[in-house]
Protein backbone atom coordinates (compact mmCIF):
# COMPACT_ATOMS: atom_id res chain seq x y z
CA UNK A 1 0.00 0.00 0.00
CA UNK A 2 1.66 2.91 -1.19
CA UNK A 3 0.59 5.29 1.62
CA UNK A 4 2.76 3.07 4.19
CA UNK A 5 5.79 4.45 1.98
CA UNK A 6 8.29 7.31 3.68
CA UNK A 7 8.32 10.62 1.83
CA UNK A 8 11.78 9.42 0.49
CA UNK A 9 10.97 6.07 -1.15
CA UNK A 10 8.02 8.08 -2.69
CA UNK A 11 10.42 10.25 -4.02
CA UNK A 12 12.18 7.53 -5.26
CA UNK A 13 9.27 5.88 -7.11
CA UNK A 14 7.80 8.95 -8.39
CA UNK A 15 10.86 10.64 -10.63
CA UNK A 16 11.66 7.01 -11.62
CA UNK A 17 8.26 7.22 -13.50
CA UNK A 18 7.24 3.85 -11.02
CA UNK A 19 4.39 5.92 -10.01
CA UNK A 20 2.68 8.82 -10.75
CA UNK A 21 2.01 12.06 -8.93
CA UNK A 22 -2.10 12.25 -9.56
CA UNK A 23 -2.05 8.38 -8.42
CA UNK A 24 0.07 9.22 -5.45
CA UNK A 25 -2.17 12.18 -4.48
CA UNK A 26 -5.43 10.26 -5.26
CA UNK A 27 -4.42 7.62 -3.06
CA UNK A 28 -3.87 9.70 -0.11
CA UNK A 29 -6.76 11.76 -0.87
CA UNK A 30 -9.20 8.69 -0.79
CA UNK A 31 -7.38 7.32 2.73
CA UNK A 32 -7.98 10.47 3.95
CA UNK A 33 -12.05 10.12 3.06
CA UNK A 34 -12.01 6.41 4.46
CA UNK A 35 -9.90 7.00 7.57
CA UNK A 36 -10.21 10.80 8.69
CA UNK A 37 -13.73 10.80 9.50
CA UNK A 38 -12.26 8.58 12.69
CA UNK A 39 -9.22 10.50 13.48
CA UNK A 40 -9.98 14.21 12.94
CA UNK A 41 -6.55 15.64 11.65
CA UNK A 42 -7.81 17.67 8.36
CA UNK A 43 -10.60 20.66 9.06
CA UNK A 44 -10.32 21.22 5.00
CA UNK A 45 -9.01 19.14 2.29
CA UNK A 46 -8.58 20.64 -0.87
CA UNK A 47 -9.07 17.94 -3.57
CA UNK A 48 -9.33 19.97 -6.39
CA UNK A 49 -6.23 21.61 -5.78
CA UNK A 50 -3.88 19.04 -4.57
CA UNK A 51 -5.19 17.38 -7.71
CA UNK A 52 -4.39 20.04 -10.05
CA UNK A 53 -0.81 20.60 -8.04
CA UNK A 54 -0.41 17.29 -8.93
CA UNK A 55 -0.45 17.17 -12.62
CA UNK A 56 1.77 19.75 -12.49
CA UNK A 57 3.95 17.92 -10.55
CA UNK A 58 4.44 15.19 -13.02
CA UNK A 59 5.36 18.51 -15.81
CA UNK A 60 8.64 18.72 -13.31
CA UNK A 61 9.19 15.38 -13.39
CA UNK A 62 8.28 14.61 -16.63
CA UNK A 63 10.82 17.48 -17.69
CA UNK A 64 13.40 17.04 -15.94
CA UNK A 65 13.20 19.52 -13.58
CA UNK A 66 11.98 18.27 -10.40
CA UNK A 67 13.79 18.90 -6.87
CA UNK A 68 13.65 15.87 -4.24
CA UNK A 69 10.38 15.55 -3.06
CA UNK A 70 8.54 16.65 -6.43
CA UNK A 71 5.14 14.93 -6.41
CA UNK A 72 5.39 13.99 -2.21
CA UNK A 73 2.00 15.18 -0.70
CA UNK A 74 1.74 17.39 2.20
CA UNK A 75 -0.68 18.32 4.28
CA UNK A 76 -0.14 22.01 6.32
CA UNK A 77 -1.72 22.96 9.75
CA UNK A 78 -3.94 25.37 9.51
CA UNK A 79 -2.35 28.81 10.90
CA UNK A 80 -0.65 29.18 7.81
CA UNK A 81 -1.41 31.43 5.28
CA UNK A 82 -2.72 29.66 1.84
CA UNK A 83 -3.78 31.63 -1.22
CA UNK A 84 -7.27 31.18 -1.84
CA UNK A 85 -8.00 28.49 0.86
CA UNK A 86 -10.09 29.15 4.38
CA UNK A 87 -7.12 29.40 6.98
CA UNK A 88 -9.40 29.25 10.87
CA UNK A 89 -6.34 28.65 12.97
CA UNK A 90 -9.27 26.08 14.30
CA UNK A 91 -11.15 29.66 15.92
CA UNK A 92 -14.51 30.69 14.98
CA UNK A 93 -13.27 34.29 15.12
CA UNK A 94 -11.20 33.38 11.80
CA UNK A 95 -14.30 30.99 10.49
CA UNK A 96 -14.51 31.98 6.49
CA UNK A 97 -11.16 34.05 6.75
CA UNK A 98 -9.61 33.48 3.06
CA UNK A 99 -6.06 34.77 2.96
CA UNK A 100 -4.76 36.72 -0.31
CA UNK A 101 -1.09 35.22 0.24
CA UNK A 102 0.40 32.19 0.49
CA UNK A 103 3.23 32.34 3.28
CA UNK A 104 6.33 31.80 2.86
CA UNK A 105 6.68 27.76 3.25
CA UNK A 106 3.82 27.09 1.49
CA UNK A 107 5.23 29.62 -1.63
CA UNK A 108 8.15 27.46 -1.36
CA UNK A 109 6.31 24.21 -1.25
CA UNK A 110 4.54 24.71 -4.37
CA UNK A 111 7.26 25.81 -6.34
CA UNK A 112 9.14 22.21 -5.51
CA UNK A 113 5.92 20.71 -6.91
CA UNK A 114 4.29 19.35 -3.45
CA UNK A 115 0.83 18.43 -3.87
CA UNK A 116 -1.40 20.18 -0.54
CA UNK A 117 -3.75 17.58 0.10
CA UNK A 118 -5.44 20.31 3.09
CA UNK A 119 -5.52 21.82 6.14
CA UNK A 120 -4.95 20.17 9.73
CA UNK A 121 -7.00 20.56 12.88
CA UNK A 122 -5.11 22.42 15.78
CA UNK A 123 -5.58 23.82 19.26
CA UNK A 124 -6.99 27.54 18.61
CA UNK A 125 -4.52 29.82 17.63
CA UNK A 126 -1.78 26.88 18.43
CA UNK A 127 -2.81 27.65 22.46
CA UNK A 128 -2.92 23.93 23.86
CA UNK A 129 -0.96 21.00 24.30
CA UNK A 130 -4.21 18.21 23.16
CA UNK A 131 -5.49 19.48 20.31
CA UNK A 132 -9.01 19.79 22.60
CA UNK A 133 -9.08 23.51 22.23
CA UNK A 134 -10.12 23.52 18.44
CA UNK A 135 -13.10 25.36 17.99
CA UNK A 136 -14.81 23.00 15.82
CA UNK A 137 -13.63 19.12 16.30
CA UNK A 138 -11.19 16.56 18.41
CA UNK A 139 -8.65 15.06 16.52
CA UNK A 140 -7.56 11.60 17.85
CA UNK A 141 -4.79 9.73 18.51
CA UNK A 142 -3.94 7.05 15.76
CA UNK A 143 -2.29 4.48 18.24
CA UNK A 144 -5.79 4.77 20.26
CA UNK A 145 -8.76 6.50 19.45
CA UNK A 146 -9.81 7.37 22.80
CA UNK A 147 -6.63 9.60 23.35
CA UNK A 148 -5.26 12.40 22.85
CA UNK A 149 -2.72 13.08 19.76
CA UNK A 150 -1.11 15.62 21.96
CA UNK A 151 -0.90 19.92 20.77
CA UNK A 152 -1.01 22.02 19.53
CA UNK A 153 -0.20 20.37 15.95
CA UNK A 154 -1.92 17.37 16.62
CA UNK A 155 -3.76 16.83 13.44
CA UNK A 156 -0.33 17.22 11.69
CA UNK A 157 0.68 15.00 13.41
CA UNK A 158 -1.80 12.58 13.74
CA UNK A 159 -2.07 12.36 9.91
CA UNK A 160 1.39 11.90 9.27
CA UNK A 161 1.01 9.03 11.86
CA UNK A 162 -2.10 7.21 10.09
CA UNK A 163 -0.69 7.48 6.73
CA UNK A 164 -3.42 10.50 5.64
CA UNK A 165 0.19 12.36 4.72
CA UNK A 166 3.45 11.29 4.33
CA UNK A 167 4.54 14.79 5.56
CA UNK A 168 3.02 17.81 7.34
CA UNK A 169 4.28 20.96 8.45
CA UNK A 170 3.42 22.29 12.36
CA UNK A 171 4.50 25.09 14.18
CA UNK A 172 6.59 25.26 17.95
CA UNK A 173 5.73 27.66 20.27
CA UNK A 174 6.42 25.57 23.42
CA UNK A 175 7.09 21.85 21.91
CA UNK A 176 3.96 22.20 19.61
CA UNK A 177 5.64 20.47 16.84
CA UNK A 178 7.88 17.63 19.18
CA UNK A 179 5.52 16.72 22.02
CA UNK A 180 2.54 15.64 18.96
CA UNK A 181 5.00 14.17 17.24
CA UNK A 182 5.92 11.72 20.56
CA UNK A 183 2.24 10.82 21.22
CA UNK A 184 2.01 9.85 17.64
CA UNK A 185 5.33 8.06 16.81
CA UNK A 186 6.69 10.15 14.43
CA UNK A 187 9.53 12.33 13.31
CA UNK A 188 9.13 15.91 14.17
CA UNK A 189 11.49 18.79 14.09
CA UNK A 190 11.91 22.69 15.41
CA UNK A 191 14.71 24.31 13.30
CA UNK A 192 17.17 26.84 14.97
CA UNK A 193 14.82 30.21 15.54
CA UNK A 194 15.28 32.23 11.92
CA UNK A 195 16.41 29.36 9.60
CA UNK A 196 12.75 29.15 8.47
CA UNK A 197 11.08 32.03 7.59
CA UNK A 198 7.45 32.99 9.61
CA UNK A 199 6.15 35.03 7.11
CA UNK A 200 2.60 33.70 6.84
CA UNK A 201 2.54 31.89 9.87
CA UNK A 202 -0.44 33.82 12.14
CA UNK A 203 1.32 34.74 14.77
CA UNK A 204 0.90 33.34 18.61
CA UNK A 205 4.28 34.22 20.41
CA UNK A 206 7.21 35.97 17.98
CA UNK A 207 10.17 35.17 19.54
CA UNK A 208 9.06 31.45 20.38
CA UNK A 209 7.53 30.31 17.13
CA UNK A 210 9.28 28.27 14.64
CA UNK A 211 7.78 26.29 11.22
CA UNK A 212 8.55 22.35 11.67
CA UNK A 213 8.10 19.10 9.16
CA UNK A 214 6.62 15.48 10.06
CA UNK A 215 7.26 12.76 8.98
CA UNK A 216 8.05 8.92 9.35
CA UNK A 217 11.81 9.14 9.35
CA UNK A 218 14.39 11.51 9.96
CA UNK A 219 15.29 11.25 6.47
CA UNK A 220 11.77 12.75 5.36
CA UNK A 221 12.31 15.18 7.64
CA UNK A 222 15.71 16.78 6.90
CA UNK A 223 14.77 16.33 2.95
CA UNK A 224 11.91 18.98 3.69
CA UNK A 225 13.58 21.05 6.24
CA UNK A 226 15.77 21.99 2.75
CA UNK A 227 13.04 22.96 0.70
CA UNK A 228 11.35 24.94 3.35
CA UNK A 229 14.30 26.76 5.04
CA UNK A 230 16.44 30.14 3.92
CA UNK A 231 17.09 33.48 4.39
CA UNK A 232 13.29 35.63 3.41
CA UNK A 233 13.29 39.10 3.20
CA UNK A 234 9.87 39.32 4.35
CA UNK A 235 10.42 38.01 7.47
CA UNK A 236 12.62 40.46 10.10
CA UNK A 237 13.41 37.79 11.76
CA UNK A 238 14.85 35.62 9.36
CA UNK A 239 18.50 34.50 9.58
CA UNK A 240 20.96 35.59 6.61
CA UNK A 241 21.33 31.62 6.13
CA UNK A 242 21.38 28.79 3.67
CA UNK A 243 18.94 26.56 3.70
CA UNK A 244 19.29 23.47 5.86
CA UNK A 245 21.53 20.90 3.93
CA UNK A 246 20.48 17.14 3.95
CA UNK A 247 23.68 16.39 2.31
CA UNK A 248 25.45 14.89 4.66
CA UNK A 249 22.81 13.02 6.39
CA UNK A 250 23.12 9.78 6.40
CA UNK A 251 27.62 10.58 7.13
CA UNK A 252 29.08 10.20 10.32
CA UNK A 253 29.00 8.19 13.20
CA UNK A 254 27.78 7.88 16.89
CA UNK A 255 30.95 6.25 18.35
CA UNK A 256 32.75 8.95 20.15
CA UNK A 257 29.48 11.40 20.24
CA UNK A 258 28.86 12.92 24.31
CA UNK A 259 25.32 13.94 24.92
CA UNK A 260 24.59 15.54 28.26
CA UNK A 261 21.55 14.05 30.27
CA UNK A 262 20.27 16.78 32.41
CA UNK A 263 18.68 15.78 36.11
CA UNK A 264 15.98 18.37 35.83
CA UNK A 265 14.56 16.30 32.37
CA UNK A 266 14.39 13.28 34.17
CA UNK A 267 11.95 14.46 36.83
CA UNK A 268 9.60 12.76 39.42
CA UNK A 269 6.72 13.67 36.72
CA UNK A 270 8.27 11.39 33.88
CA UNK A 271 5.33 8.44 33.64
CA UNK A 272 7.85 5.02 34.70
CA UNK A 273 6.88 3.12 31.32
CA UNK A 274 8.61 6.67 29.68
CA UNK A 275 11.38 6.51 31.92
CA UNK A 276 12.22 2.45 31.30
CA UNK A 277 12.10 3.20 27.05
CA UNK A 278 14.35 6.02 27.65
CA UNK A 279 16.67 4.04 29.48
CA UNK A 280 16.82 1.86 26.95
CA UNK A 281 17.78 4.01 24.17
CA UNK A 282 20.73 5.22 26.51
CA UNK A 283 21.81 1.81 26.66
CA UNK A 284 21.33 0.57 23.22
CA UNK A 285 23.07 4.25 22.56
CA UNK A 286 26.08 3.85 24.63
CA UNK A 287 26.79 -0.08 22.88
CA UNK A 288 27.25 2.69 19.40
CA UNK A 289 29.90 4.57 21.63
CA UNK A 290 28.05 7.35 22.57
CA UNK A 291 29.44 8.68 25.68
CA UNK A 292 26.52 9.99 28.51
CA UNK A 293 26.98 12.66 30.95
CA UNK A 294 24.47 13.48 33.77
CA UNK A 295 24.84 17.37 34.16
CA UNK A 296 21.93 19.84 35.64
CA UNK A 297 21.16 22.85 33.93
CA UNK A 298 19.40 24.91 37.00
CA UNK A 299 17.41 27.31 35.17
CA UNK A 300 15.22 24.54 33.51
CA UNK A 301 13.45 24.34 36.45
CA UNK A 302 11.65 27.90 35.56
CA UNK A 303 11.01 26.84 32.49
CA UNK A 304 7.38 26.81 32.15
CA UNK A 305 6.67 29.77 35.10
CA UNK A 306 8.67 31.69 32.53
CA UNK A 307 7.36 30.19 29.05
CA UNK A 308 3.76 31.14 30.48
CA UNK A 309 4.80 34.63 31.18
CA UNK A 310 6.46 35.20 27.96
CA UNK A 311 3.96 33.74 25.49
CA UNK A 312 0.60 35.05 26.52
CA UNK A 313 1.88 38.20 26.74
CA UNK A 314 3.48 38.14 23.09
CA UNK A 315 -0.15 36.81 22.36
CA UNK A 316 -1.78 39.63 24.06
CA UNK A 317 0.05 41.81 21.56
CA UNK A 318 -0.46 39.69 19.02
CA UNK A 319 -4.23 38.99 18.63
CA UNK A 320 -5.07 42.36 18.87
CA UNK A 321 -5.55 42.32 15.28
CA UNK A 322 -8.23 40.00 15.85
CA UNK A 323 -11.11 43.00 16.34
CA UNK A 324 -14.24 42.08 14.01
CA UNK A 325 -13.07 45.20 11.40
CA UNK A 326 -10.77 44.26 8.80
CA UNK A 327 -11.65 40.00 8.16
CA UNK A 328 -12.78 36.98 10.02
CA UNK A 329 -15.62 36.98 12.66
CA UNK A 330 -17.93 40.11 12.99
CA UNK A 331 -20.60 40.54 15.72
CA UNK A 332 -23.32 42.91 16.23
CA UNK A 333 -22.27 45.69 18.92
CA UNK A 334 -22.99 49.60 20.01
CA UNK A 335 -20.31 51.68 18.78
CA UNK A 336 -16.46 50.77 17.95
CA UNK A 337 -16.35 49.44 21.12
CA UNK A 338 -19.50 47.08 21.56
CA UNK A 339 -18.29 45.45 18.62
CA UNK A 340 -14.40 44.81 19.21
CA UNK A 341 -15.68 43.53 22.50
CA UNK A 342 -18.33 41.16 21.33
CA UNK A 343 -16.41 39.83 18.60
CA UNK A 344 -13.83 39.12 20.71
CA UNK A 345 -15.81 37.29 23.66
CA UNK A 346 -17.74 35.27 21.00
CA UNK A 347 -14.75 34.48 18.69
CA UNK A 348 -12.19 32.89 21.11
CA UNK A 349 -12.52 30.21 22.99
CA UNK A 350 -11.94 29.72 26.90
CA UNK A 351 -7.87 29.44 26.64
CA UNK A 352 -6.88 31.76 24.12
CA UNK A 353 -9.38 34.65 26.22
CA UNK A 354 -7.28 33.16 29.52
CA UNK A 355 -3.56 33.87 27.57
CA UNK A 356 -4.66 37.54 26.69
CA UNK A 357 -6.04 38.43 29.94
CA UNK A 358 -2.61 36.52 31.51
CA UNK A 359 -0.17 38.68 28.90
CA UNK A 360 -2.08 42.16 29.11
CA UNK A 361 -1.84 41.70 33.01
CA UNK A 362 1.97 40.64 32.60
CA UNK A 363 2.31 43.90 30.70
CA UNK A 364 0.35 46.41 32.38
CA UNK A 365 1.90 49.14 34.05
CA UNK A 366 3.33 48.30 37.62
CA UNK A 367 3.45 44.61 36.36
CA UNK A 368 5.74 44.58 33.64
CA UNK A 369 8.80 44.82 35.38
CA UNK A 370 7.58 41.92 38.27
CA UNK A 371 6.88 39.88 35.53
CA UNK A 372 7.29 40.17 31.88
CA UNK A 373 10.99 42.00 32.55
CA UNK A 374 11.52 39.00 35.02
CA UNK A 375 11.10 35.94 32.63
CA UNK A 376 13.31 37.37 30.06
CA UNK A 377 15.97 37.76 32.51
CA UNK A 378 15.52 34.27 33.49
CA UNK A 379 15.06 33.30 29.87
CA UNK A 380 18.45 34.85 29.18
CA UNK A 381 20.08 32.75 32.18
CA UNK A 382 18.53 29.43 30.71
CA UNK A 383 20.41 30.40 27.23
CA UNK A 384 23.80 30.99 28.92
CA UNK A 385 23.24 27.49 30.73
CA UNK A 386 22.53 25.96 27.74
CA UNK A 387 25.23 27.54 25.71
CA UNK A 388 27.59 26.45 28.39
CA UNK A 389 26.35 22.62 27.53
CA UNK A 390 26.66 22.80 24.32
CA UNK A 391 30.85 24.14 24.53
CA UNK A 392 31.49 20.52 25.91
CA UNK A 393 28.44 18.76 24.35
CA UNK A 394 27.29 17.50 20.94
CA UNK A 395 23.87 17.41 21.82
CA UNK A 396 21.05 16.81 24.85
CA UNK A 397 18.82 14.14 25.54
CA UNK A 398 15.48 13.59 27.27
CA UNK A 399 12.32 12.50 26.78
CA UNK A 400 10.20 14.98 24.80
CA UNK A 401 7.23 14.58 26.65
CA UNK A 402 7.06 13.33 30.13
CA UNK A 403 3.56 11.09 29.84
CA UNK A 404 2.83 9.35 26.77
CA UNK A 405 -0.77 9.78 25.27
CA UNK A 406 -3.44 10.80 27.70
CA UNK A 407 -6.93 10.07 27.46
CA UNK A 408 -9.04 12.83 25.82
CA UNK A 409 -10.57 14.43 28.28
CA UNK A 410 -8.76 13.13 31.06
CA UNK A 411 -6.99 16.35 31.63
CA UNK A 412 -9.19 19.25 30.79
CA UNK A 413 -10.22 20.24 34.20
CA UNK A 414 -6.09 20.08 35.32
CA UNK A 415 -4.85 23.07 33.17
CA UNK A 416 -1.77 23.16 34.94
CA UNK A 417 -1.32 19.36 33.74
CA UNK A 418 -1.24 19.87 30.68
CA UNK A 419 0.98 22.97 30.49
CA UNK A 420 3.34 20.75 32.38
CA UNK A 421 3.77 18.37 29.45
CA UNK A 422 5.96 20.94 27.83
CA UNK A 423 8.42 20.76 30.34
CA UNK A 424 11.16 18.98 28.66
CA UNK A 425 10.10 21.11 25.03
CA UNK A 426 10.18 24.73 26.21
CA UNK A 427 14.26 25.02 26.63
CA UNK A 428 14.79 24.54 22.89
CA UNK A 429 12.16 27.52 22.28
CA UNK A 430 13.63 29.48 24.92
CA UNK A 431 17.20 29.33 23.52
CA UNK A 432 16.47 29.41 19.79
CA UNK A 433 17.84 26.10 19.68
CA UNK A 434 16.93 23.18 17.14
CA UNK A 435 15.09 19.94 18.97
CA UNK A 436 13.39 16.70 17.62
CA UNK A 437 11.69 13.98 18.62
CA UNK A 438 11.46 10.65 17.57
CA UNK A 439 9.92 7.09 18.59
CA UNK A 440 12.65 5.33 20.82
CA UNK A 441 9.94 2.39 22.53
CA UNK A 442 6.42 2.02 23.92
CA UNK A 443 4.44 1.87 26.78
CA UNK A 444 1.44 0.36 27.41
CA UNK A 445 1.49 0.30 23.39
CA UNK A 446 1.64 3.37 23.22
CA UNK A 447 4.67 5.27 21.56
CA UNK A 448 7.75 7.10 23.66
CA UNK A 449 9.58 9.91 22.19
CA UNK A 450 13.33 10.69 22.29
CA UNK A 451 14.19 14.27 22.17
CA UNK A 452 17.45 15.86 21.00
CA UNK A 453 18.74 19.21 21.33
CA UNK A 454 21.55 20.89 19.64
CA UNK A 455 23.38 24.33 19.65
CA UNK A 456 21.84 27.29 17.92
CA UNK A 457 22.57 27.23 13.89
CA UNK A 458 24.08 22.65 14.59
CA UNK A 459 20.61 21.67 12.69
CA UNK A 460 22.30 19.42 10.05
CA UNK A 461 24.36 18.17 12.74
CA UNK A 462 20.91 17.41 15.04
CA UNK A 463 19.50 16.10 11.84
CA UNK A 464 22.98 13.36 11.40
CA UNK A 465 22.93 12.57 14.70
CA UNK A 466 19.47 11.90 14.81
CA UNK A 467 19.11 9.71 11.74
CA UNK A 468 22.36 7.58 13.69
CA UNK A 469 20.18 7.19 16.51
CA UNK A 470 16.81 6.25 14.49
CA UNK A 471 19.61 3.35 12.78
CA UNK A 472 20.24 2.07 15.94
CA UNK A 473 16.65 2.01 17.43
CA UNK A 474 14.66 -0.60 16.23
CA UNK A 475 11.63 0.40 17.00
CA UNK A 476 12.14 3.98 15.68
CA UNK A 477 10.32 3.82 12.77
CA UNK A 478 6.72 1.90 13.33
CA UNK A 479 2.65 2.07 11.97
CA UNK A 480 -0.21 2.15 14.32
CA UNK A 481 -2.97 -0.09 14.53
CA UNK A 482 -5.27 2.40 12.27
CA UNK A 483 -2.85 2.01 9.43
Given at each position: ??????????????HSRELGCVEVTRAYLDRIAEVDPKVGSFL????????????????????????????????????????????????????????????????????????????????????????????????????????????????????????????????????????????????????????????????????????????????????????????????????????????????????????????????????????????????????????????????????????????????????????????????????????????????????????????????????????????????????????????????????????????????????????????????????????????????????????????????????????????????????????
Open positions: MLTHLTAAKLAQRLLVDRDGALDQAEKAQSLIDSGEHGALTGVPIALKDNLSTDGVETTCASKILKGYVPPFDATVVERLKASGLPILGKTNLDEFAMGTSTENSAFQLTKNPWDLSRSPGGSSGGSAAAVSADLAPLSLGSDTGGSVRQPASLCGVVGFKPTYGRCSRYGLIAFGSSLDQIGPFGKTVEDVALISELITGNDPLDSTSLPTAPISSRDLKQGSLKGLKMALPRELFGEGTDPGVAEAIQLAIAALVKEGVEFTEISIPSVAFGVTTYYIIAPAEASSNLARFDGVRFGLRSEGQGHVGLVERTRAEGFGHEVKSRIMIGTYALSAGYYDAYYLKAQQVRTIMQQEFQQVFSEFDAVLCPTSPVPAFKLGELTQDPMALKLLDYCTIPANMGGMPGISLNCGFTNGLPVGLQLMAAPLADEKLLQMAFNVEQALPSATCTPPIA
